[in-house]
């Protein structure tokens, strides 16, 4: 079992930033891929981003240019850095584990992802 543990959510205007956390403990976090999903009430979970083991990072469309994932290896940490928040941002973020060395850190499948924190709530006000 891998745990995930995301912190950072919070109420922010239009404009603001927040930076998301994920800390993960339990089996290896080595060879993973990191990903970060959100999901908006009345609506499917949505891709944000993703990142592989060597760093290579991927978004969606949606949120290129704004948001930026990061991870730290050696503190078994991923973040997510957004800024210029929109209030269609808003939504509860989760963050997400592929199994090792799966070789596909641009995947955007939830399915693909087999380990899921609890989600962080993220609001942006207009």
């Known amino acids: 079992q891998v745990q995930l543990v995301e912190s950072g959510g919070g109420l922010v205007q239009a404009g603001g930033s927040l930076r998301l956390s994920c800390a993960a403990s339990?089996?290896?976090?080595?060879?993973?891929?990191m990903g970060w999903f959100r999901q908006a009430p009345g609506k499917e979970r949505e891709y944000v981003a993703s990142?592989?083991?060597?760093?290579?990072?991927y978004y969606a469309d949606s949120v290129k240019g704004r948001f930026t994932i990061s991870r730290d290896n050696a503190k078994s940490t991923v973040s997510l850095q957004m800024t210029s928040l929109k209030p269609e941002d808003t939504a509860v973020y989760y963050c997400a584990a592929s199994p090792p060395y799966s070789g596909n850190y641009r995947s955007t499948v939830p399915a693909d992802y087999n380990y899921w924190g609890q989600g962080t709530q993220v609001t942006v006000s207009s």
């Open positions: 990142i592989s083991w060597g760093n290579s990072s």
């Open positions: 339990g089996r290896t976090f080595s060879g993973r891929a």
